[in-house]
C-alpha cells in the first residue's frame, strides 16, 4: 500500500496514521477520494465536509488501519490455501489469533474503566458488558427466543415455514472441499464480494416479493464454508398460498449467475420446508446459532471441532471481513423490545402496556401482535424508538450541554447523532433513558468526582442495549 510500512505489524499503525493524516492534509476532495481508492480504503459513504476532517485525523485512520489490515490477512490466508477443510476451517490461524489476542485487550479494557452517573453511582464497564448482549449467550438465549417466537406467530396464523441456503457459485470458492487443494476455476473474489453477491441476491428476491404483494417474516444467518466463502441460512415464514411461487422466486435470482455451472441446481439454492410434527424452526435454527455464538460441545466438523474454538473462527472470520452474522427480516423492531424491557412497572398505558408485558416475559410473538400483528414492520408498528440527541459533558468546567446547543458536537465538529432515549406512541414520548453517565478512565475514588478526561456516555441504564 505504502511503501515503508507493514499493515500486518500493529507497531506500524500509528506511524501510517500520522503519515495518511499529513498526506490527505492539503488534498483536494476529487485527489483524496482517488488516493483512497488507490489504497484500498472504501470511505465513499462520507461526503465532502464529512471526509475532510476524518482524513486529516490520525486517530481516524488508525481504526482504517487496523480494519483493513485484518481484512487483507484473513483474505491472504484464504488466497493461498490456508484456509480450507485440510487446513484450518473458516478462517486462518494468525486470523483467529489476532482475534483472540483482540479479545484480551477487550476485556483488559472493561477491567480498567468504570461508568460513574453524575450523583456518584459507578458501575464496571466489564458487568455491564456481562449483562447485555455483549455476553454471548445472552445474545444467543434473545435470538432463540426471537426464532421461537417467530415459529409461534407462523403457527398461530397458520403459516408456512421453512429453511432456505443461498451459496455463491463454485468459481467463487478458494479451495475444495475434499480435498482442501485450490480451486483452479476460483477467480479471486474476496469474501466482501461474494457477501456482496448474496446480498444482491436477497434484495432483488425482496423487491420482487414485494412487487407481488407476497409478505416473509424471520430471520437469517450467515456463515462461513470451509474456505471462508459465505453462505446464507434463512428461516423464512409466509402465507401459506404464497409457498410454491416463494421458492420459484428464490430459485430463478439465486441462479441468475452460473446457472449451468456442475451442481448449481442441486446445490446453490436449497429448500427445507418445516414439519411441526417433527421440530420448531427454532430447532432447526438453533445449530446455526449455536455454531456461530457459542458453539456446540461434542460435535465434529473437519479439522476443527464444533465447539468453543469452531465458534471463535466463525467469529473471527466475520470480525475480518466485518460481515453481519444475523439478521432479522420482517416483524416488529427489536430496539423497541429491547427497550419496553427497561420499563419494569405497569405502564397504566393501554397503548404500551401489553407490549411491556409482553417484551418482560421474552414473549415474541405476542409483542410482535401488541405493537401490530404478524405483518407489521419497524414502520407500521404503532410503539416506536424515539431518538434524540444526548447531552454532553464538558470537560473543562464541568457543565452539562444540553441537546441541540451548538456546543454538543463531535471531534470534527458535526452534531452529535442522535440516540435511543426511550419509546413513541400515539404522539407520547416516554423516556426509558434518562442519566448521564461518564466514562472514568480509572477505578474512581470515592470522595471526589469524574476525572476532567472523562468522555461521556448517555445509557440512561443497565437493561439490554
Not at 283 to 299: H, P, V
Not at 321 to 333: D, E, L, P, T, V
Amino acid at each position: 500500500m505504502i511503501e515503508g510500512y507493514d499493515l500486518l505489524d500493529e507497531n506500524d499503525h500509528s506511524g501510517l496514521a500520522d503519515t495518511l493524516s499529513q498526506q490527505f492534509r492539503f488534498t483536494t476532495v476529487p485527489t483524496s477520494y482517488t488516493k483512497l481508492k488507490q489504497y484500498g480504503f472504501d470511505l465513499v459513504h462520507y461526503n465532502e465536509t464529512e471526509l475532510l476532517p476524518r482524513i486529516r485525523d490520525p486517530r481516524f485512520w488508525k481504526g482504517q488501519i487496523r480494519k483493513r489490515s485484518k481484512e487483507l490477512l484473513a483474505e491472504l490466508e484464504r488466497c493461498i490455501g490456508l484456509v480450507s477443510s485440510r487446513r484450518a476451517k473458516y478462517c486462518g490461524d494468525l486470523t483467529h489469533k489476532r482475534f483472540k489476542e483482540s479479545e484480551l485487550k477487550t476485556a483488559e479494557f472493561l477491567e480498567r474503566h468504570f461508568i460513574q452517573s453524575l450523583d456518584g453511582e459507578r458501575i464496571s464497564l466489564k458487568e455491564i458488558s456481562e449483562h447485555n448482549i455483549s455476553n454471548k449467550k445472552i445474545l444467543f438465549y434473545e435470538w432463540i427466543t426471537r426464532v421461537k417466537g417467530f415459529d409461534e406467530l407462523a403457527e398461530r396464523h397458520g403459516h408456512s415455514s421453512m429453511m432456505v441456503t443461498l451459496t455463491c457459485p463454485a468459481y467463487m470458492h478458494a479451495t475444495h472441499s475434499r480435498s482442501g487443494q485450490l480451486n483452479k476455476n476460483y477467480r479471486g473474489q474476496s469474501v466482501r464480494e461474494c457477501q456482496r453477491y448474496l446480498n444482491t441476491v436477497w434484495r432483488r428476491i425482496r423487491a420482487k416479493l414485494k412487487r407481488d404483494d407476497i409478505a416473509i417474516y424471520g430471520m437469517r444467518v450467515v456463515e462461513p464454508h470451509h474456505d471462508g466463502t459465505p453462505h446464507w441460512h434463512l428461516m423464512l415464514h409466509c402465507n401459506s398460498q404464497h409457498t410454491s411461487e416463494i421458492k420459484r422466486i428464490i430459485r430463478h435470482y439465486g441462479l441468475q449467475d452460473s446457472p449451468n455451472e456442475k451442481g448449481a441446481k442441486e446445490r446453490r439454492v436449497d429448500f427445507i420446508d418445516i414439519d411441526r410434527s417433527r421440530g420448531s424452526s427454532a430447532a432447526y435454527l438453533a445449530k446455526y446459532l449455536a455454531k456461530n455464538m457459542t458453539g456446540i460441545e461434542g460435535k465434529s466438523e473437519g479439522c476443527r471441532r464444533v465447539s468453543r474454538i469452531a465458534a471463535d473462527c466463525a467469529r473471527a472470520w466475520a470480525s475480518a471481513h466485518n460481515i453481519r452474522q444475523f439478521q432479522q427480516f420482517g416483524g416488529a423492531s427489536v430496539t423497541v423490545y429491547r427497550e419496553l424491557r427497561r420499563l419494569r412497572d405497569n405502564t397504566f398505558d393501554s397503548d404500551i402496556e401489553p407490549a411491556r408485558q409482553a417484551a418482560d416475559a421474552s414473549d415474541w410473538a405476542t409483542y410482535c401482535e401488541a405493537v401490530g400483528g404478524v405483518g407489521v414492520s419497524n414502520r407500521t408498528q404503532t410503539i416506536k424508538p424515539y431518538y434524540e440527541q444526548s447531552e454532553s459533558f464538558e470537560r473543562s468546567t464541568g457543565e452539562i450541554i444540553q441537546p441541540g446547543q451548538p456546543e454538543n458536537q463531535n471531534r470534527y465538529g458535526e452534531a452529535k447523532s442522535k440516540v435511543v432515549k426511550g419509546l413513541e406512541v400515539a404522539g407520547k414520548v416516554r423516556k426509558t433513558r434518562t442519566q448521564l453517565w461518564t466514562i472514568v478512565a480509572s477505578p474512581p475514588q470515592s470522595d471526589v468526582s469524574p476525572p476532567a478526561r472523562a468522555g461521556c456516555i448517555g445509557t440512561g441504564g443497565l437493561g439490554l442495549v
